[in-house]
């Protein structure tokens, strides 16, 4: 008998005065007691809907059709008070962002026992509970963070969310999820915003808590990397349908759909070896190439020289200075022409230290060198040899600007000379260079998606033919399939106009697809810095180690 | 390895709102349909907003046009119909005079709505330049901005305006004038913070990295997208004003006798509520619904704030 079932479910979304849309099409899927089975999709794939459809928290303009079976018992048509009985006791619920699931003006200790006193409250005569039942609650909410994995429970009982970081807090939504003894355990992306060491751990702690009580685990995730590795089926959705279902195995040297074997071939943790440009012509550029005018490219050997580098951040809350080091005596060289990678984990330092180099941050100290020139450059010397990409499209492209408006921003405060029709062409060759089509031009940045808004920003970037390109986690928020496309796409344009990336990720499965040389940081300092096949093949500190291992997918081979 | 890019954009998610691809609505049973009313659907679902916009476009067509809604003299009496009550030649009724309160309060409109018309557009201007400048320049600027905003704030509105009508002289502009002073506050302030939004924003910051001076920043990106708020707060402010305006008319502040302003038609028929209570009970009808129309309309206008 399995724990939870769907039968041909379909799942629409009405909204007043527009037509139904469909959210899950004919999903048949069941999870049986200890298995793991994952639903991997990207996102608008319909797998979040589906398995809040499970317990009851779709909103309530959906319509479900299809059966959902919880417990053996069709749950079409329940009531809240219906569902709040199976939540909790049967299905624990993970959900996906620890920042905002937690209530934060309430300890941790006081949000577990809300959810324990659910359970224990069971046959008691009395609505309220006197000092033992208060003292048996405890108790059990201590042995319950215990479980989830969290050190010293009766030091977090006390903390609020805030005081938290968000590998702990998960685990605190884990202890709640748990709390109710579920025989099922629904996630919703349970790692998705986590650093990939403590990703690693909580999978590892879901692993052995689903062997030891046995509980059924529905995970849902975009990472098929996670998928592969720990999941004993497979659910691949793709616009609301599953287009394959299987075990491992067969998912990754059976995979019969065209749509599986480009998330294979996209996963960047599953591969070996380095992007290899294509030749794109630029000859169709000449307009664009006119109106950035003949600058004098750099030619000397490295682009950028970062010696020493310190900067500290200091806050002061309630009378006290908080200091921060966020770069400490930080050098690397990067090659004219090559990519170089700043890898670490979120608080590591290297956003500051890509924004020092783009001279948008100040430096305490240290110094760098871009193209061999040691003086310093003002705003707009500056951006004709290097350009930040940012890494949410939507907030570093003005909304209220059409796309040929933004690629040529740039080229219209550099050049006020062109006029308005001329920007338009060089508008439309750019979009041309980062293969957009020329209907997107006239469109605002919040009407592309993702991967769209993202080649637009790298039409930006390049519209003044710079020498130097920073990306701060420039495809980190993109799906896997649009991700690979874009760093393609940003190999062939390196190769095409010569370019240096500094490339700011916290990914080495895309450092190992994309980049020549590696930094690793930690907390402000560099940990390990060589060739990248060097370094990730064969690293030297122990950090680098664990952080390649905790890389999902990273022992599988296609 | 190359990534192929021959089906460049398949993966994207579509960037349409309405989701699933269109094959799959055809190969699955789907929802049942609704009806649909074509361009008269957002009235159907809003009626509310849709009568809204409709009394504030009479009112303003009162406004332009007085003559094309009644044929009648607001200022000569008539001996023959005092304080008749209202019947179908004169809805309103007419005044201790004879003349004709539906008239007059046509007339009135022209009054009151301009000087609600100054009003707004003395807050708007003054109010969102000095948030502009006091959130965008920030330090010394924006405290001392600021605090001048706070004392504006810290004193009731009503009382404000009194006391800037008293120094200024009485008169319906001077009404105007200080009704829109009193309230410059309220749109300094969102736009300040609006302004204080936007600054953080990547692409302001990509902006200036590119060189762009501080002015065209300032004007070509942090205020086209910092004014959505503000201008919800128009039709807002366009209501408090009309109040503010009538309620001074009220007192005897603004325009003199003759004239139809709409405060002055419902201070006029104070006397003789209990005998003739449509001469004040009418004109303020209107102002109810004109204020309500024009708040239904700012919340339909409100930005739509993510979840």
């Known amino acids: 008998m399995s724990l939870l079932s769907f039968t041909d479910v379909n799942i629409w979304y009405t909204r007043r005065g527009e037509q139904p849309s469909q959210a899950v099409a004919g999903v048949s899927l069941a999870v049986e007691p200890g298995e793991l089975v994952t639903i991997v999709g990207e996102s608008g794939s319909g797998k979040s809907t589906l398995i809040r459809s499970a317990i009851g928290l779709l909103p309530v303009n959906s319509r479900i059709g299809g059966e959902i079976r919880l417990d053996n018992a069709s749950v079409a048509g329940w009531s809240h008070n219906r569902f709040a009985r199976y939540r909790g006791t049967y299905v624990g619920f993970i959900p996906q962002d620890p920042g905002v699931a937690l209530n934060p003006v309430k300890p941790i200790g006081r949000q577990l026992e809300d959810a324990l006193r659910n359970r224990l409250r069971g046959g008691r005569l009395l609505p309220f509970g006197n000092g033992a039942h208060r003292q048996h609650i405890r108790r059990e909410a201590f042995r319950f963070l215990e479980l989830a994995g969290l050190p010293a429970p009766e030091a977090i009982y006390a903390k609020y969310p805030h005081e938290l970081s968000g590998g702990m807090k998960q685990r ?45 685990i529905l995970l849902v995730t975009h990472d098929l990397g996670v998928a592969l590795d720990r999941a004993d089926r497979i659910v691949v959705m793709r616009h609301g349908r599953v287009v394959e279902e299987g075990t491992s195995s067969e998912i990754l040297h059976g995979a019969r759909d065209g749509y599986t074997r480009r998330l294979l071939e996209a996963a960047p943790g599953l591969h070996t070896g380095r992007l290899t440009p294509r030749s ?19 030619t000397s050997e490295h682009a950028i020289e970062v010696t020493d580098v310190s900067k500290t951040f200091t806050t002061r809350r309630g009378g006290v200075e908080h200091s921060v080091k966020a770069a400490d005596e930080v050098s690397f060289k990067v090659k ?7 890898v670490g984990e979120s608080g590591a330092g290297k956003s500051t230290i890509a924004r020092i180099v783009a001279g948008l941050t100040a430096a305490d100290s240290g110094e760098v060198r871009l193209l061999g020139q040691a003086e310093r450059w003002s705003r707009k010397r500056l951006s004709r040899s290097l350009q930040f990409v940012y890494q949410n499209p939507y907030s570093s492209l003005d909304p209220r600007f059409s796309v040929a408006d933004l690629v040529t921003e740039p080229i219209r405060v550099h050049r006020g000379d062109i006029g308005r029709r001329d920007r338009h062409e060089i508008a439309l060759e750019l979009l041309d260079g980062v293969q957009l089509p020329h209907k997107y031009a006239k469109h605002r940045a919040g009407e592309l998606s993702g991967g769209q808004a993202q080649r637009v920003a790298i039409a930006r970037a390049l519209s003044l033919n710079p020498e130097i390109v920073i990306l701060d986690e420039a495809v980190s928020a993109l799906d896997v399939s649009v991700q690979a496309e874009i760093l393609q796409l940003l190999a062939d344009l390196q190769a095409a106009y010569s370019l240096t990336y500094l490339f ?53 081979t296609v | 390895m190359t990534i192929r890019l021959d089906q460049p954009s398949a993966a994207d998610p579509p960037s349409t709102a309405s989701g699933a691809d269109p094959t799959l609505d055809a190969a699955t049973p789907s929802a049942p349909p609704r009806r649909r009313f074509g361009v008269f659907h957002p009235i159907v679902t809003q009626p509310g907003l849709a009568v809204a916009v409709l009394v504030v476009l009479l009112a303003v067509a009162f406004c332009v046009i007085p003559a094309a809604f009644t044929w009648m003299n607001p200022y000569v009496p008539d001996t023959s119909a005092i304080l008749a009550g209202p019947s179908a030649t004169q809805p309103f009724g007419t005044d201790r005079l004879g003349r004709d309160v539906y008239t007059r309060t046509v007339y009135g409109a022209v009054i009151t709505l301009t000087a609600t018309l100054l009003a707004v557009s003395i807050a708007f201007f003054i109010g969102t330049a000095l948030g502009l400048v006091a959130g965008f320049v920030r330090g010394i600027v924006d405290l001392v901005l600021m605090r001048v905003v706070d004392v504006l704030l810290s004193v009731p509105g009503l009382l404000l305006t009194m006391v800037i009508v008293s120094a200024l002289g009485y008169g319906t502009t001077n009404v105007a004038i200080a009704v829109g002073i009193s309230s410059v506050a309220n749109f300094a302030r969102v736009m300040r913070a609006e302004v204080l939004k936007v600054t953080q924003a990547d692409f302001v910051e990509a902006a200036a990295s590119i060189g762009t001076h501080r002015v065209a ?78 708040n239904r309309i700012s919340r339909a206008l409100q930005p739509v704030r993510g979840l």
């Open chain 2, 217 to 294: 920043i300032l004007l070509r990106h942090v205020l086209p997208n910092s004014m959505s708020s503000v201008l919800a707060l128009i039709p807002l402010q366009f209501g408090s004003s009309i109040l503010a305006i009538a309620a001074l008319g009220f007192l005897g502040f603004g325009a003199p006798p003759p004239q139809p302003e709409w405060g002055l038609l419902v201070a006029e028929g104070r006397d003789v509520l209990a005998i003739a209570p449509w001469i004040s009970l009418f004109p303020g009808a209107v102002i109810l619904s004109v204020v309500l129309a024009s």
């Open chain 1, 172 to 216: 605190v939504l884990i202890a709640i999820a748990l709390s109710g003894e579920p025989k099922l355990l629904i996630a919703d992306e349970p790692t998705s915003a986590l650093d990939v060491t403590v990703q690693k751990q909580i999978l590892d702690h879901l692993d052995v808590l689903r062997e030891e009580l046995g509980i059924g």
């Open chain 1, 504 to 556: 700011i990720t916290h990914d080495l499965g895309v450092v190992k697809l994309f980049a020549d040389a590696v930094s690793v940081l930690r907390a402000g300092s560099v940990v390990e810095s060589g060739d990248t096949a060097s370094v990730l093949g064969n690293p030297q500190e122990e950090y680098t180690k664990l952080l390649i291992d905790s890389v999902p997918g990273s022992h599988l």
């Open chain 1, 280 to 298: 794109i012509d630029l000859s169709s550029l000449k307009l664009a190439r006119v109106a950035a005018g003949e600058h004098e490219r750099g």
């Open chain 1, 336 to 342: 004219s022409g090559a990519t170089h990678a700043l």
